[in-house]
């Protein structure tokens, strides 16, 4: 009897729920890493979610390198900008950019999005002042950095105050702070090690 060879046994395993988010998240930080055009991410993940097989999950992912560890975060590198304002528009911040250790982000009649998940930092220390005045700003962690929250809200939001640590040495601070009124300022948190992205309460 004539047997398959291995690879193509494996290709035809069933994929799991797990398989498909992993992929799913290769697919997302290319977007956010330049390698793939925003227009290709809604086509992609479409391909990842309907893939029954390990086989389908592989042509779905085809070109993208796997995600592993980040390198070192803090750099000896110029920051990328220091300042962001949505005024009537948005703005964004995401991909491999150097953050500065002060950051101040304005949302005014628009909106705005600081994405962390791929970020070096200039200092091993990084305060973030985020103001949202009619507005909102979305801010992305990485789950391998210390954050704290220490915003307010003045009929609005400004996530929740709180602070996760790490006991690795050497690991990035991040603070959080300023003023949502009449808007918000609002975290989730991606996880790094396991490759889902999910919709976080705001540490």
């Known amino acids: ?18 398989d498909r ?18 227009d290709a991410l809604d086509a992609r993940l479409t391909e990842v979610y309907q893939a029954r097989t390990h086989g389908e999950l592989d042509v779905a992912g085809r070109g993208l390198p796997d995600i592993g560890p980040r390198d070192a975060l803090v750099v000896d590198r110029a920051p990328t900008s220091r300042f962001a304002l949505g005024m009537f528009g948005g703005f964004q911040r995401r991909g491999e950019w150097v953050v500065p250790p002060r950051f101040t982000a304005w949302s005014m009649w628009g909106g705005g999005q600081l994405d962390l998940s791929e970020a070096r930092y200039a200092e091993q220390e990084t305060v973030i002042r985020a103001v949202a005045l009619f507005g909102g700003t979305e801010i992305v962690l990485p789950d391998d950095i210390e954050v704290e929250v220490r915003g307010f809200g003045l009929f609005g939001v400004f996530g929740k105050r709180g602070a996760r640590k790490h006991t690795k040495p050497g690991t990035p601070r991040v603070l959080i702070k300023g003023l949502a009124m009449f808007g918000g300022v609002v975290t989730r948190t991606r996880r790094m090690d396991r490759s889902i992205e999910k919709q976080s309460r705001p540490v």
Do not use: F, T
């Open 1 to 18: 009897m004539r047997r398959e060879p291995a690879h193509a046994q494996a290709s035809e395993l069933l994929a799991a729920d797990d």
């Open 21 to 38: 988010d992993r992929v799913a998240e290769k697919v997302r930080m290319a977007v956010a890493a330049g390698r793939l055009e925003v």
